[in-house]
Nanobody
Framework: QVQLVESGGGLVQAGGSLRLSCAAS????????MGWFRQAPGKEREFVAT????????GYAESVKGRFTISRDNAANTVYLQMNSLKPEDTAVYYCAASSKLWAKEETEYNYWGQGTQVTVSS
C-alpha cells in the first residue's frame, strides 16, 4: 500500500516556475515507477511525466518536454516535478501516481494516486 500527498501547487504568471513535490508512504517506494498526470477543467486526465524506479529513466509528454523535469529521491520517498516556462495551458490539477510496473505512461497502469494539487498559470 502506498499513500501519496502532493504539494507545491499555486498561482504563477506565465513564464514562471513551480516545483511540485509528492511524498509517499511505504518502505518500498524505490520499487515503484512514479508519474505525474494533470487534468484541466472540462478535459480528461493526461500523462505529464514518468520516472522509472531503476536508473532514473524518464519520459515526458510532448507538450512539456524541455520545460518540465521529473526527479526522485528514494531516500526521502519523494518525487518532484520542476515546471519552468509555464503557460496558461498548463493550468490543471496535477496528480502524483505510483505504478508497480517497470515502466508506465498510461493512467490504467498506475495503482495509487494522490489527491492532486492545483496549478494555475495566469497570462
Amino acid at each position: 500500500q502506498v499513500q501519496l500527498v502532493e504539494s507545491g501547487g499555486g498561482l504563477v504568471q506565465a513564464g514562471g516556475s513551480l516545483r511540485l513535490s509528492c511524498a509517499a508512504s511505504g518502505r518500498t517506494f524505490s520499487r515503484y515507477t512514479m508519474g505525474w498526470f494533470r487534468q484541466a477543467p472540462g478535459k480528461e486526465r493526461e500523462f505529464v511525466a514518468t520516472i522509472a524506479w531503476s536508473a532514473g529513466i524518464t519520459g515526458y509528454a510532448e507538450s512539456v518536454k524541455g520545460r518540465f523535469t521529473i526527479s526522485r529521491d528514494n531516500a526521502a520517498n519523494t518525487v518532484y516535478l520542476q515546471m519552468n516556462s509555464l503557460k496558461p495551458e498548463d493550468t490543471a490539477v496535477y496528480y502524483c501516481a505510483a505504478s508497480s510496473k517497470l515502466w508506465a505512461k498510461e493512467e490504467t497502469e498506475y495503482n495509487y494516486w494522490g489527491q492532486g494539487t492545483q496549478v494555475t498559470v495566469s497570462s
